[in-house]
């Protein structure tokens, strides 16, 4: 089976911290994805990345960095954390050039917490 | 991307179907349709996908109209595990650029005993 792992499933950090959130991914996948999810705005994607090396930004990319220096692993980092960014971070991976591009397969989620 | 039309929640009795509609009246020839769901607490977990013929696989079946303006989504025989928020989207196969998903709201589905 496709397994996308995250490395927390819930983190509390505080305003102004810098945060990693890591995302590995064991199916040899070429696109690799975040989002974030909140109540009633649904998920809003913030970085994917379709190859080593490569980062495109997604609809809401302010406040975040990304960087894929190996194929299998996608890290999300918020700079400077702010309270605005509490939120469920849900990492994805999929194929790249072949039928399948849009079947996304998704990570358990990291809880986030910014007091 | 076509916007697509969920109810925001259904009900459906335990082991029964369950069909779950969309709307996408604004579809165009290349764009496929794509049911996702996500269960409590857990990441969204793809379904199934069609074009213009209706498909099966182990999870549940798509029908999709003739003129693609709607589909629905069937779990044959829901069970308690079904009880998640099903996604239903519509998007373009784009081969060499990844998909990038746009997640509406969903229809909440509650399986009851």
């Known amino acids: 089976d496709v397994k996308v792992t995250q490395s927390s499933r819930y983190l509390v950090k505080r305003t102004g911290e810098k945060v990693f959130l890591e995302c590995v991914q064991d199916?040899?996948?070429?696109?690799m994805f975040w989002y974030r999810q909140d109540p009633g705005l649904g998920l809003r994607l913030i970085y994917f990345s379709y190859d080593v090396k490569m980062k495109e930004k997604g609809d809401i990319p302010e406040g975040y960095s990304v960087s894929r220096e190996k194929k299998e692993r996608f890290s999300l980092i918020l700079e400077s954390a702010s309270t605005n960014q509490t939120s469920m971070y849900l990492c994805a991976s999929s194929y790249r050039g072949r039928a399948s591009d849009n079947e996304q397969f998704f990570g358990p989620g990291t809880r986030l917490t910014v007091l | 991307d076509a916007k697509t039309t969920q109810p925001p929640s259904m009900d459906c009795a335990e082991g029964r179907a369950a069909n779950l509609p969309c709307n996408h009246s604004?579809?165009?020839?290349?764009?496929?349709v794509y049911w996702y769901r996500q269960i409590h607490s857990q990441g969204p977990q793809y379904i199934i996908h069609?074009?213009?013929n209706n498909e099966t696989n182990e999870m549940a079946s798509l029908i999709i109209t003739e003129d693609r303006k709607s589909s629905t989504l069937i779990l044959p025989h829901a069970t308690l595990r079904d009880t998640a928020v099903y996604y239903c989207i519509v998007r373009a196969r784009i081969y060499n650029q990844g998909g990038k998903l746009i997640f509406g709201q969903g229809t909440e589905l509650s399986v009851k005993p």
């Open positions: 199916m040899d996948h070429e696109n």
């Open positions: 069609g074009l213009k």
């Open positions: 604004t579809i165009s020839g290349n764009e496929y």
